[in-house]
């Protein structure tokens, strides 16, 4: 049995080492809500993956702060939760919100791994050692540029290149890219920048190999989505148009996709992620870790969920050093010359939170505590 004791939000702002630009626009600096969940005789850690702005997902940092500190903390406090896996169910009443309410649950999923002296991945019933990383490359101010990243992220390592496109960003950067580089596992994300009457141009992109296109059209598209796979080669991935288990199911019998990116926030914490990788490991469709310029807490989340059975991709799962100077756990997620990360050991998320660091870059915290019952 789980009773939440108290509960700790806090918001810290950490500068990214560079920007980070995508067809909705740039991000330099991240908002970012850690959460602290304690009982009796245990701790957990969570990382809110919204962004700053609603661009990506109709949920911001301050939305989620606001759900979480009228809603979901409250519902949650004192409450007897016979495990991790009932918070979802919990929740239940709350509508939608699915990024608040994953800090909440992915915070109480490191709780109780913690307190089985298990890392969470093994809690999860993850069967991976390390796991395969690629990278998210943001639109570069040229193709020089692009090229030049490109060639460093592959010295290092990484095993897979995404770049981002938009409508005026695709056909030359892909081009170019397959020119230099012919045989490399590539793929491109568009993050709804184009039309179902885009097909003429996105059907060019067939003749380079990608491994797939990610969310070419409207985010809450799945007919659309279908259309347009039927007409191109190039498997398509959805990632904002999915956000439970039944959205996978519905995208893949209707033929949208052929490939899950899955966001443990999107999807609303872990429940749903085992859901959706037991759906798509049975129906042979491969899942890979997205990623939210997350730092070290919600990394080290995404790690362990990388562990399950389906995600058979490598994901934009990358070192610390990409996103930030200095990040909040300590050491920071580090990436093989090979190109993998190694799973922790140690019991929960396996990486110590780093205080200092996180206490330096805090704009603001609130403490919540159970309410003792009248006698
Ligand atoms: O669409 O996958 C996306 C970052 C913010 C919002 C949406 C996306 C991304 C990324 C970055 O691609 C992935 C990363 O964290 O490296
Ligand atoms: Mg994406």
């Known amino acids: 049995m789980i009773v939440l004791e108290s509960v700790q939000l806090r918001e810290i702002h950490l500068p990214l080492v560079h920007y980070f630009e995508t067809s909705f626009g740039r991000t330099d600096n991240r908002r970012i809500i850690l959460v602290t969940v304690k009982t009796r005789d245990g701790v957990g850690y969570g990382e809110c993956t919204a962004g700053e702005e609603p661009d990506y997902s109709c949920e911001t940092t301050e939305t989620a702060w606001h759900m979480l500190a ?63 990383c690629g990278v998210s490359i943001g639109i570069q101010p040229g193709i020089d540029a692009l090229l030049k990243k490109v060639g460093r992220e592959l010295a290092a390592g990484y ?67 279908a259309a347009l796979q039927k007409e191109l080669a190039t498997p398509i991935c959805l990632d904002e148009s999915i956000h439970s288990a039944e959205d996978a199911r ?50 080290a989340h995404n790690i362990a969920m990388s562990s399950l059975s389906a995600f058979s991709l490598p994901g934009d799962v990358s070192a610390s050093k990409r996103y930030y100077a200095e990040d909040t756990v300590h050491p920071p997620v580090v990436v093989t010359p090979d190109g993998t990360i190694e799973l922790p050991e140690r019991p ?23 309410q003792e019952e009248q006698r």
């Open 70 to 132: 009228d809603f979901i903390i409250p519902n949650l406090l004192g409450k007897e939760l016979p495990d991790a896996r009932s918070v979802d169910g919990a929740l239940r009443a709350i509508r939608g919100n699915r990024m608040a309410k994953a800090t909440l649950e992915t915070a109480v999923w490191d709780l109780e791994a913690r307190l089985l002296g298990i890392p969470l991945s093994r809690h999860l019933g993850g069967t991976r050692r390390h796991i395969p």
């Open 159 to 225: 095993r897979r290149i995404k770049i981002k496109i938009k409508p005026g960003w695709e056909l030359d950067p892909i081009r170019c890219l397959r020119e230099a580089f012919p045989d490399i596992p590539l793929m491109a994300d568009a993050n709804s920048a184009f039309r179902l009457s885009d097909l003429p141009l996105l059907r060019r992109l067939d003749q380079f190999n990608l491994m797939m296109l990610e969310q070419p059209l409207d985010d809450d598209d799945i007919v659309d989505h």
């Open 250 to 299: 519905k995208a893949v019998e209707m033929g949208s996709c052929r490939i899950i990116n899955v966001k443990l926030g999107r999807v609303g914490g872990y429940s749903e992620v085992l859901k959706i990788n037991d759906y798509c490991g049975r129906n042979g469709i491969p899942i890979w870790c997205g990623g939210m310029l997350e730092s070290g807490v919600g990394r």
């Open 348 to 370: 929960g998320i396996g990486y110590d939170l780093d205080w200092e660091r996180i206490q330096r870059a805090s704009v603001r915290t609130r403490d919540f505590y159970r």
